[in-house]
């Protein structure tokens, strides 16, 4: 027998209760979270929600003191557009146009030509015999009435000749005795359609002052992938009221100022035809054309050519078949673009003259102006040298040199590190050794990679080295005549010693102290001053040669021995200084 079926009626009917308690709770938050109407459900018992007032319009104030609200609310619709020249896609000049927020800003200077309607506020102000101050609306006959007075006409009476016509009105009654003031208060609210290929056809309220940018901005702008940007009209009763290109605004800043009405429509039309202009130009964008073919000379003025430019190629799409055109541009009056064409500006030039520069023992100008194509012979000859100067021992550094001597360096780097971070261990203690090891190589790289190169060309044969052709920004070093030797590098005392023809390398090695323990002695490397370069111990000696003793290379892993030594020896080289590990 259940336990229930002791109880009486109202006992299992509060059991109940109790046991189903969680499950309504549940229910009741899932149709009732916030203690709100249940979900996609709406009372229709409440009181319907009040709609905000829009606040009155009042500032198309030309000439008072009143001040038109700011609109807060930011176009979503409009966001920037992409920069041109960092974008892989080509995008559309005048798109850009509407990210000005013009939506945001409407227009509240004083417009002279400003013509008065119906609805519009005209402050007017009388003093001396007869005293009067109002703010009068233009009522539906275009009037408004002054006390003592009567209707004034201002119906249609430009901005400027306001106050003059309130005057002559108020003159006919007040021959003497009475000032007169009248100036337009607030211009009158309007509906507008927008409609076309925007990105957002409607109805937008705005001031009958507003300019047809700020509701073309309310409707999201033209739409940059089908709009055009050279024909949007104003409609007043199916008729063309005023017609925009917005190229000559974007280009020149010029505007027609239309004033507007209620139940006007702004239409933007469907774009027309179009080039795609790149390459050396400062303005990088597709452009739309309101010909089907125009002169080259036109969408060059919209595109604007740097200064360097000198050529255009021309890339035009014939049903299935694709042609090219290569001109000057100073010959762009007589090429014709057509719709759809694909204009590239380049700059064609052949250096004239470059420039070599003169460092070390030279007297005369450090900067000389070489014709394109002159050799190193070319270069010595025009030195000035003074007495000390060993121009047999003069030495060329060239950038591209020292940029590829930069990215070889760097790629031995890489190795290096992708070597060092990924290679496995058998044991946690070798995982250890490895961890600490790697951190070490880590450092060696981040010091390696701030060596810079000094890109000196190797001119051992002096014979063939006079032919070597120079290259812009060149640098010739002259250097003094020495009879010095530098020794550096894992050497107890680096020093600078006296040439002895009769010494050898390692003579120059005891003299500064001997090696280190932390040397290789089998890793000597001889620098030349023409730029060659010996590793051996035993080579023969010049004087201003320097000697290096590279460190030795302590690791668990040949193929890392390796790696780190040939770094080494490519610093040593090319900037000619020592980097231990």
């Known amino acids: 027998m259940k336990f229930t079926s002791l109880l009486p009626g109202a006992g299992r009917m509060l059991i109940l209760l109790l046991l189903c308690a969680p499950l309504l709770a549940r229910a009741q938050a899932f149709v009732d979270p916030l203690n709100t109407s249940p979900r996609g459900l709406t009372d229709t018992t409440s009181t319907p929600r009040k709609e905000e007032p829009r606040p009155p319009a009042t500032g198309a104030s030309y000439g008072s003191t009143e001040q038109?609200?700011?609109?807060?609310?930011?176009?979503?619709?409009?966001?920037?557009?992409?920069d041109p020249s960092s974008s892989a896609q080509p995008v559309m000049f005048g798109s850009q146009i509407f990210t000005g927020r013009f939506g945001a800003v409407p227009f509240s200077g004083f417009n002279p030509?400003?013509?008065?309607?119906?609805?519009?506020?005209?402050?007017?102000?009388?003093?001396?015999?007869?005293?009067?101050?109002?703010?009068?609306?233009?009522?539906?006959?275009?009037?408004?009435?002054?006390?003592?007075?009567?209707?004034?006409?201002?119906?249609?009476?430009?901005?400027?000749?306001?106050?003059?016509?309130?005057?002559?009105?108020?003159?006919?009654?007040?021959?003497?005795?009475?000032?007169?003031y009248a100036a337009?208060?607030?211009?009158?609210?309007?509906?507008?359609?927008?409609?076309?290929?925007?990105?957002?056809?409607?109805?937008?309220?705005?001031l009958s002052s507003d300019s047809v940018l700020y509701y073309l901005d309310q409707a999201g702008g033209i739409d940059p992938a089908r709009g055009s940007y050279l024909e949007v009209d104003v409609l007043r009763d199916g008729k063309v009221r005023a017609k925009f290109n917005l190229y000559r605004f974007l280009l020149d800043g010029q505007i027609e100022h239309v004033q507007l009405q209620d139940g006007d429509t702004v239409v933007a039309y469907p774009r027309k035809y179009t080039v795609q202009v790149g390459g050396e130009v400062l303005n990088p964008y597709i452009f739309e054309l309101g010909q089907d073919s125009v002169p080259a000379t036109e969408v060059l003025n919209l595109a604007r050519p740097r200064a360097g430019a000198t050529h255009m190629s021309i890339v035009r799409k014939l049903g299935a078949e694709q042609r090219?055109?290569?001109?000057?541009?100073?010959?762009?009056s007589q090429v014709t673009?057509?719709?759809?064409?694909?204009?590239?500006?380049?700059?064609?030039?052949?250096?004239?003259?470059?420039?070599?520069?003169?460092?070390?023992?030279?007297?005369?100008?450090?900067t000389l102006v070489m014709p394109y194509?002159?050799?190193?012979?070319?270069?010595?000859?025009?030195?000035?040298?003074?007495?000390?100067?060993?121009?047999?021992?003069?030495?060329?550094?060239?950038?591209?040199?020292?940029?590829?001597?930069?990215?070889?360096?760097?790629?031995?780097?890489?190795?290096?590190?992708?070597?060092?971070?990924?290679?496995?261990?058998?044991?946690?203690?070798?995982?250890?050794?490895?961890?600490?090891?790697?951190?070490?190589?880590?450092?060696?790289?981040?010091?390696?990679?701030?060596?810079?190169?000094?890109?000196?060309?190797?001119?051992a044969n002096r014979q063939d080295a006079q032919e070597t052709l120079l290259e812009n920004g060149d640098t010739i070093h002259v250097p003094e005549q020495s009879n010095l030797v530098l020794v550096s590098g894992e050497v107890l005392f680096p020093n600078a010693l006296v040439y002895d023809a009769s010494a050898t390398t390692q003579d120059y090695i005891a003299r500064a102290g001997g090696y280190t323990q932390g040397a290789d002695e089998a890793k000597v490397v001889v620098l030349h001053q023409d730029g060659s370069v010996a590793a051996d111990s035993d080579a023969r000696l010049q004087p201003g040669d320097?000697?290096?003793?590279?460190?030795?290379?302590?690791?668990?892993?040949?193929?890392?021995?390796?790696?780190?030594?040939?770094?080494?020896?490519?610093?040593?080289?090319?900037?000619?200084?020592?980097?231990?590990?």
Do not use: C
């Not at 090219?324 to 762009?332: G, K, M, N």
């Not at 100067?389 to 550094?397: I, K, S």
């Open 546 to 581: 320097q000697v290096m003793v590279l460190p030795k290379i302590e690791a668990k892993s040949v193929e890392l021995t390796r790696g780190i030594t040939q770094i080494l020896y490519q610093i040593a080289v090319s900037a000619k200084v020592l980097l231990g590990l």
């Open 337 to 366: 673009i057509q719709n759809g064409d694909e204009l590239t500006v380049t700059s064609d030039k052949y250096p004239g003259t470059i420039l070599v520069r003169i460092e070390g023992a030279h007297l005369g100008e450090r």
């Open 113 to 180: 030509n400003y013509q008065v309607t119906v609805g519009d506020q005209i402050n007017v102000r009388m003093w001396g015999a007869f005293n009067f101050d109002a703010a009068q609306a233009v009522d539906p006959q275009g009037n408004i009435f002054i006390p003592n007075v009567g209707p004034v006409q201002v119906q249609g009476v430009r901005n400027s000749e306001l106050n003059a016509r309130v005057e002559q009105q108020v003159k006919r009654v007040f021959r003497s005795n009475v000032g007169v």
């Open 324 to 332: 090219s055109e290569y001109h000057p541009l100073s010959a762009a």
């Open 184 to 206: 337009l208060g607030a211009a009158q609210p309007v509906k507008v359609y927008v409609t076309g290929f925007v990105r957002a056809p409607g109805l937008y309220g705005g």
């Open 68 to 82: 038109k609200p700011v609109h807060k609310a930011v176009n979503s619709l409009s966001p920037l557009p992409p």
């Open 373 to 459: 194509g002159a050799r190193l012979r070319d270069a010595l000859a025009r030195l000035k040298p003074p007495p000390q100067a060993n121009v047999a021992g003069a030495q060329l550094f060239r950038q591209s040199v020292a940029m590829q001597q930069k990215e070889m360096l760097e790629a031995s780097l890489r190795s290096l590190e992708t070597y060092a971070l990924t290679a496995r261990s058998a044991t946690s203690e070798e995982a250890a050794l490895r961890s600490r090891e790697a951190e070490h190589i880590l450092k060696f790289i981040e010091r390696a990679r701030t060596i810079q190169p000094k890109g000196q060309v190797i001119l």
